[in-house]
């Protein structure tokens, strides 16, 4: 399966944060700056970055949640921007999204059935009827039983609310997923058994997931290919194996020399920890150039652009590219 799935041009997102002094206009955040991404039916996308990086942001622009400051979301050949609220509600049953909270995004005061059925009462196109069987299919597809339906989400481990919500996603059959940090709430043996349910569902109903995460582990055991996202910019894209093994960026090595390691006493997790640094705007046109031990001049002078080290492997990043030319 090759087909375009997701389409993503030049997508920004700027926030303006509460205004200091009455008469000064208030600063802006960048949260996104220029992201263009592409994805093929089947083919699994990971985003990773560190917190405040934009990868939430990315997620609620996609699912056409909150309005773009300039680009394109295209998914199935239907661009989001130009689609009427009617028309957007109507795409909806494509595309679907998985919040990282599985406590926070159920609600309390409703039953499973009610919560698992409501993309379907959205779309209107069901009897009430046939929308408890339909939830019925997708209960026992998560591994949970058709007698979970008249339960409140109170009554479910976290692991179980979490199966509740991927039911919710898969109820219209849609064919992309976007999944917000779907097991970080969770204890480590719960996010195995998520992670497996979605590559089985995966594999059964033709569903394709676009997963944030900060978690490199689950990035490399999920998805065909990953995209670094830093201070809003994709700084690095390719397979798993490319980047986790030959990456370019130092921010992508920052991250994987972050990750702790069995035998690795706390004092060496803290050296290699990754420093966060405000989202305010920046004088370097390299947006990782304060960070950055081998920040040359040019980076603070030109802007580096996304370009191709070999095929497949994308980076953004004077140094990299300078020294595959060989310069």
């Not at 997102?13 to 089947?42: D, F, K, N």
């Not at 979605?198 to 490199?216: A, E």
């Not at 830093?230 to 980047?243: A, K, M, S, Y």
């Amino acid at each position: 399966m090759t087909a375009r799935l997701l389409q993503v041009d030049a997508l920004t997102r700027t926030y303006a944060l509460p205004r200091e002094q009455l008469w000064r206009a208030p600063r802006l955040i960048h949260a996104l700056q220029g992201v263009s991404l592409q994805m093929s039916c089947g083919k699994n996308l990971g985003i990773v970055g560190e917190s405040g990086s934009g990868k939430s942001t990315l997620a609620r622009l996609i699912m056409g949640l909150e309005p773009t400051s300039s680009g394109c979301v295209t998914i199935l050949g239907q661009t989001l921007n130009k689609l009427s609220p009617s028309e957007l509600r109507t795409a909806r049953r494509n595309f679907q999204m998985v919040f990282q909270d599985p406590f926070g995004s159920l609600d309390p005061r409703q039953t499973v059935a009610r919560i698992v059925t409501e993309p379907l009462e959205v779309l209107g196109d069901k009897s009430k009827a046939g929308m408890r069987i339909m939830a019925q299919d997708v209960l026992n597809a998560v591994g949970l039983r058709n007698t979970d339906l008249d339960k409140y989400p109170h009554e479910f481990s976290g692991g179980q609310r979490q199966r509740v919500a991927i039911a919710r996603a898969l109820i219209t059959r849609p064919q992309l997923i976007v999944a917000d940090e779907p097991v970080s709430a969770l204890d480590v043996s719960v996010q195995a058994q998520v992670l497996n349910l979605m590559q089985d569902l995966s594999r059964d109903f033709g569903v394709t997931y676009l997963l944030i995460s900060h978690d490199l582990a689950v990035v490399d055991y999920m998805c065909d290919e990953v995209a670094v996202i830093f201070q809003g910019r994709i700084v690095e894209q390719g397979t798993p194996q490319t980047l986790f093994n030959r990456a370019a960026h130092p921010y992508t090595r920052a991250l994987l020399e972050a990750v702790p390691r069995m035998g690795t006493s706390s004092t060496d997790v803290k050296k290699r920890a990754v420093v966060l640094t405000p989202r305010l705007p920046s004088i370097s046109a390299c947006p990782y150039a304060a960070r950055c031990p081998g920040a040359q001049d040019i980076c603070d002078r030109v802007r580096p652009e996304l370009l191709a080290l070999s095929t497949g492997h994308l980076v953004a990043c004077h140094l990299a590219t300078a020294t595959n030319m060989g310069t």
